[in-house]
């Protein structure tokens, strides 16, 4: 069976909010086996949403709707999915009733535009609205359907799981489908997309395209790396969980010490895991990052077990008294290394980060901008120091020397073998 998902309102268009619901919808519709080939956002406009629905209805099964089911003029979804099914809207007297009765619990008097959603077109199933005020709607068209659901994201949550889930798997069945739709994400961190797709190039030939054949998706998310996403459609989850692992670790095999987690899994996530394996604790000197780096450490639930905090030394005096660097040039190896021996010492952690350079516009030191310099001391180690040389404006020289340098740690952390 396959679901369109028509998103409904001219604030999406004018990206005033960003469409959560559809991503939402998207990943619960595959995981009930159900394919969604398109999305489409349509505004405020009858017309539009009219051929938005029969656009959908025409390629797909099934389309569920988010949006325009509020009390204002404006919404107009009901009307659209009416059109469609070439029927009249009623008046739900249930409906009418349930919300009279939820502003009067609230104390509040009803205004009377609210029974605009009481409005159903005639043939269509209510799904009682239980945290709001509009119901949801199973409407069919023919053999095909429109799941009318709120914009609201958690009225939208409750009422596809309690209302449209179960419709959705009763009409599955009846095609004779089963299954579930399944992915996982590989993150990757250092590879461009191209050179990533050159390296996969192989392992999605050897694929193909046979039934049950997982398909695999380059997706690039800026400083955060690279993604591949693998899908596979399996008879049940635990066997979709078993392909994806399989795949998971082919993937790692090909793409190496690039990968650094999965699905929701950051940077700072997988620094947290190398240190928790080892039973060290990290300290951090900063310079150009000002603080950015350890911000996003402090992010991960736990951190306070392995993160002993951070010197913030944006002047060249305070990381020569706070942090024993040498007078000389602080942008440079040798004031790296001394950062990062400093971070131990002054922080007492185990192992010491540190991040100095020219975020820019400007050059200093004789350095141009985008030069960094990434320290690392490590138990038993001779400190290291990283020359990189970093593209764009200040923001993002500051955002990308962050994670390049936990990046590095990361690496340098892995190579390190278990103490036991």
Known sequence: MRVEIVAIGTELLLGQIADTNAAWLGEHLALAGVDSHFHQAVGDNLERIVLALRTALARSDGVVTSGGLGPTHDDITRQAIAEVMQVPLRQDPDVAARIRELFASRGREMPASNLRQA????????????????????????????YALPGVPYELYELFER???????????????????????LRTWGSSESALGELLAPRIAALGTAAGSPTLALLASGIEGIKIRVTVKAPDRETADEWLAAEE????????????????????????????????????????????????????VGASAWFRGAVVSYSAEVKQRLLGVPAGPVVSEEAARAMAVGATEALGADVGLSLTGVAGPDAAEGQRPGTVFVGMALPGEVPAAQRLQLPGDRDRVRQMAVISAMNLLRRRLAAVPDSG
């Open 163 to 185: 209302g449209v889930l179960p419709d959705l798997r009763r009409r599955v069945a009846a095609e004779g489908g089963t299954g579930v739709i399944a992915s996982r994400v």
């Open 249 to 300: 670790a082919e993937l790692r095999a090909v793409v190496g010490e690039a990968a650094f987690g999965t699905d929701d899994d950051t940077m700072e996530t997988a620094v947290a895991r190398q240190l928790g394996r080892l039973g060290w604790t990290l300290g951090l000197a900063e310079s150009l990052t000002g603080g950015l780096a350890s911000s996003r450490l402090v992010s991960q």
């Open 119 to 146: 409005e159903v077109p005639e043939g269509a199933t209510v799904i009682e609205q239980r945290l709001g005020t509009a119901p949801g709607l199973i409407c069919p068209v023919g053999e095909k359907v429109v």
